[in-house]
T-cell receptor, first 109, second 115 residues
């Protein structure tokens, strides 16, 4: 079967760094996406990894290891507005997105 | 990035009625999808909207309940038929320019409440 695992909830402090992990087992792999979703809003695209390594975009970075079936999203210099759910999704052999349940990130002052 | 609009943004409907949600993308795209997201849950793919032919439905979703149209590359509709309170959810249109594209964008969503 296809499976995406990520922690249900994480808490971090404003100004700190947090790493959200995602492990996956899918039929085929055509890239991994990270999305941010604020309550009541649609998901917003953050990053896409298809090759191993780290992709950096400002305060957000995403890492992929295909051999380990593992990715993480790294958020630096956390701000209160970063409080949201973070969704990991893998594009399978049919280019369908398989979604994780999402990680709710709570930022405390 | 593509701009996706959805109408209506929200609606409250009576049991047994139907609602059609429209999705418009500002550029020609290959793949359009309809998702459902129930409160506190992740996204569930309902179907892939195929241009000029019947949509491809995921397990658990059928055409009679969720008829989908896609008359051209930039527009699609999803109808939620014979609604029940269990259909209360956010319905999201999504697009991907090409099958292997490195981005997939979502519309703002339609928040449906069925009484």
């Amino acid at each position: 079967g296809q499976n995406i695992d990520q922690p249900t909830e994480m808490t971090a402090t404003e100004g700190a760094i947090v790493q959200i992990n995602c492990t996956y087992q899918t039929s085929g792999f055509n890239g991994l996406f990270w999305y941010q979703q604020h309550a009541g809003e649609a998901p917003t695209f953050l990053s896409y990894n298809v090759l191993d390594g780290l992709e950096e975009k400002g305060r957000f970075s995403s890492f992929l290891s295909r051999s380990k079936g593992y990715s993480y999203l790294l958020l630096k210099e956390l701000q209160m507005k970063d409080s949201a759910s973070y969704l990991c999704a893998v594009s399978d052999s049919n280019y369908q997105l398989i979604w994780g349940a999402g990680t709710k990130l709570i930022i405390k002052p | 990035s593509a701009v996706i609009s959805q109408k209506p943004s929200r609606d409250i409907c009576q049991r047994g009625t139907s609602l059609t949600i429209q999705c418009q993308v500002d550029s020609q795209v290959t793949m359009m999808f309809w998702y459902r997201q129930q409160p506190g849950q992740s996204l569930t793919l309902i179907a892939t909207a195929n241009q000029g032919s019947e949509a491809t439905y995921e397990s658990g979703f059928v055409i009679d309940k969720f008829p989908i149209s896609r008359p051209n590359l930039t527009f699609s509709t999803l109808t939620v038929s014979n609604m029940s309170p269990e259909d209360s959810s956010i319905y999201l249109c999504s697009e991907r320019g090409l099958a292997g594209a490195d981005t997939q964008y979502f519309g703002p969503g339609t928040r449906l409440t069925v009484l």
